[in-house]
């Protein structure tokens, strides 16, 4: 089993910034995909970024030049810094990891084997 375990998700004004992390534990395989998705109140759960194996990152358009993915030197930890944050970047952000995903990374949240509990970010106008 995988356990993904997310923190950072607070209260922020707009214009600000948050970093989220996302700590990966448990019998993963050895290469693996490490994303973002988030989900708004009455909204559909959006793909936001993910991170390669190989290093290669994707983003939403809507995100695209606010907001960075990475990994940590182990590479079973994923930040999200989020930067000039909006009231629309508002919602839960999950942590998702893809045991497929080593070259490239899905878009897709049915890709996804593994999910945290969610981290709420709550942005004020």
């Known amino acids: 089993q995988v356990q993904l375990v997310e923190s950072g998700g607070r209260l922020v004004q707009a214009g600000g910034s948050l970093r989220l992390s996302c700590s990966a534990s448990?019998?993963?395989?050895?290469?693996?995909?490490m994303a973002w998705f988030r989900q708004a109140p009455g909204k559909e759960r959006e793909f936001v970024a993910a991170?390669?194996?190989?290093?290669?990152?994707y983003y939403a358009d809507s995100v695209k030049g606010r907001f960075t993915i990475s990994r940590g030197a182990t590479k079973n930890t994923s930040y999200l810094q989020m930067n000039s944050l909006k009231p629309e970047d508002t919602a839960v952000f999950y942590c998702?990891?893809?045991?497929?995903?080593?070259?490239?990374?899905?878009?897709?949240?049915?890709?996804?084997?593994?999910w945290g509990q969610g981290t709420q970010v709550t942005v004020s106008s």
């Open positions: 448990g019998r993963t395989s050895s290469r693996y995909t």
């Open positions: 991170v390669a194996w190989s290093g290669s990152t």
């Open positions: 998702a990891l893809d045991q497929a995903g080593v070259y490239s990374s899905s878009y897709s949240a049915s890709d996804y084997d593994y």
